[in-house]
């Protein structure tokens, strides 16, 4: 089996300090965020949920590379330290500066080493921005035709669950990177196993409501996320898995 791509939080991270060196240090600190996080026009709480992921990248980039690096010497924590006082010594009712005069050129130059050292361990999935704006609007649009269908109260909530869970993982794609959006496409994976009608509603060719929509988007997330031979071991996997606990007249991969 193909080796899955690898994430890469130092780049997600660099990518939102140089964002943020584009802004001038009387602008204001909400206001910058909002613009950084794609929160604008939003409520205080998308805000908070999205600065808590990118605060939470410092130790995921810490993780990252203890699980892969643990041999690496020089493991300078310069940049974690002043990323971390700049989270909270910021004033979102202040001025920019109160974020950005912590972040110097060497906190920035660490961060790019680290992005480039964890590129070496193999490419870290990407999924460009007009893939995200239109899976983004084919789940909205997918999400309504649900609503407005005559589906079971219980399979209503189930499909609407999975949609939500797969949206907002897409929507803080550039802050959370790939594996909130790969847990989302898992989750549904392993609940079509364990729930025949569920499967069977998402999947191609069993006369469905929603099945070929939902299969043609859960494929797209697939290649996104996978291999093509990963993506055909998954499909394998399911089918066996599907057929040996829930035995059912015939078996259809929700995927393809």
């Known amino acids: 089996m193909s080796e899955l791509k690898i994430d890469n939080p130092a780049q997600r991270l660099l990518d939102l300090l140089e964002q943020g060196n584009e ?3 009387d602008d204001n600190c909400r206001k910058v965020w909002q613009k950084i996080l794609q929160v604008e026009d939003m409520e205080e709480q998308h805000l908070l949920t999205r600065l808590a992921c990118a605060m939470a990248l410092p130790g995921r980039i810490i993780q990252v590379r203890e699980d892969n690096f643990s041999t690496l010497r020089g493991k300078s924590n310069h940049w974690k330290s002043h990323v ?8 979102l009712n202040d001025g920019w500066h109160t974020f950005r005069d912590n972040i110097d050129d060497r906190t920035l130059t660490e961060l790019g080493m680290l992005s480039d ?3 070496t361990r193999g490419a870290h999935a990407g999924i460009a921005a007009e893939e995200i704006d239109d899976l983004l609007e084919r789940i909205t649009q997918l999400r309504s035709e649900i609503r407005e269908s005559g589906l079971s109260a ?3 909530t189930l499909l609407l669950k999975q949609l939500a869970q797969i949206q907002e993982a897409l929507e803080s794609y550039s802050i959370s990177g790939v594996e ?3 847990d989302a496409v898992q989750s549904t994976l392993g609940l079509a196993v364990l729930h025949p009608e569920y499967r069977n509603e998402i999947s191609k060719g069993t006369g469905s409501l929603f099945g070929d929509k939902i299969s043609t988007l ?5 290649k996104c996320l996978f291999s093509e ?3 055909q071991a998954v499909t394998e996997l ?3 898995a599907a057929h040996r606990h829930t035995p059912v007249p015939q078996r259809h991969c929700p995927f393809l």
């Open 229 to 231: 031979v990963t993506v």
């Open 23 to 25: 802004y001038q240090r």
């Open 180 to 182: 909130p959006v790969m």
């Open 154 to 156: 219980t399979m209503k």
């Open 117 to 119: 050292l964890f590129e």
């Open 238 to 240: 399911d089918n066996k």
């Open 84 to 91: 971390d006082t700049a989270f909270v010594s910021q004033s």
């Open 218 to 222: 859960y494929t797209i997330l697939c």
